[in-house]
């Protein structure tokens, strides 16, 4: 298996852009989890995904965020408008039981 | 809920010598515990697990991690460091019987010197 695939790896744009990050996750999990790290905030779970359905999205920042899971193979987080303070590395991982698999992550930059 | 801390966000140690990263967790019920770590510019890779099983638990790299109950602790060690083992550690914690939500630490940052 490949493994948790995301893109773009790396990701520069300006502010008031609007971002797509992209994940496949890997054939047969059925929980789908999006994180995003920084320096300053380490690890944090934004949203999770059971069989394509959002479970918890308390940790979306602001309504500027949004992720969908239309269907077991792709998920995408969206960010429109982006801000400076969004800059950071977002990372999408797969489960099929409490082992999470993490993909390389995408790094963000908003100028 | 559960919670996770781990004690020293920076740890140096010598090649060949002791590692040992400590973590601490909080759970009301019986937890699933794991080590998890990163390498620069790549993301999270398993080291170990804890389901319930052994409480002494082997994973790659010649690592592995003591269930204490008593103590709510899952510390790493590595009885001989090697320069590629240069990396950030994360300890995470999952309650059984949950939506396998994990809750990080905050990690250790392990340099090794020559």
């Known amino acids: 298996d490949a493994g948790v695939i995301q893109s773009p790896r790396h990701e520069v744009t300006e502010m008031g852009q609007e971002v797509t990050l992209r994940c496949k996750p890997i054939s047969g999990h059925d929980y789908l989890f999006w994180y995003r790290q920084t320096m300053m905030r380490g690890l944090e779970l934004l949203i999770y995904f059971n069989n394509n359905v959002p479970i918890d999205d308390s940790g979306m920042p602001e309504d500027r965020f949004s992720a969908k899971m239309p269907n077991a193979s792709f998920s995408t987080l969206k960010i429109q408008p982006s801000e400076p303070r969004d800059s950071a590395v977002y990372f999408c991982?797969?489960?099929?039981?409490?082992?999470?698999?993490f993909g390389p992550g995408t790094r963000l930059t908003v100028l | 809920a559960q919670s996770v801390t781990q004690l020293g966000s920076h740890v140096s140690v010598s090649e060949g010598a002791l590692v040992l990263l400590r973590c601490n967790y909080s759970?009301?019920?019986?937890?699933?515990l794991f080590w998890y770590v990163q390498y620069p510019n790549q993301g999270l890779q398993l080291l170990l697990k804890y389901t319930s099983a052994a409480t002494l638990v082997k994973g790659i790299n010649g690592f592995e991690a003591e269930f204490k109950k008593s103590e709510t602790s899952f510390h790493l060690t590595k009885p001989s460091a090697h320069m590629s083992d240069a990396a950030e550690y994360f300890c995470a914690v999952s309650e059984a019987g949950s939506a396998r939500q994990l809750t990080f630490g905050s990690g250790t940052q392990l340099t090794v010197l020559p």
């Open positions: 991982a797969s489960s099929l039981d409490y082992e999470q698999f």
């Open positions: 759970s009301s019920v019986p937890p699933y």
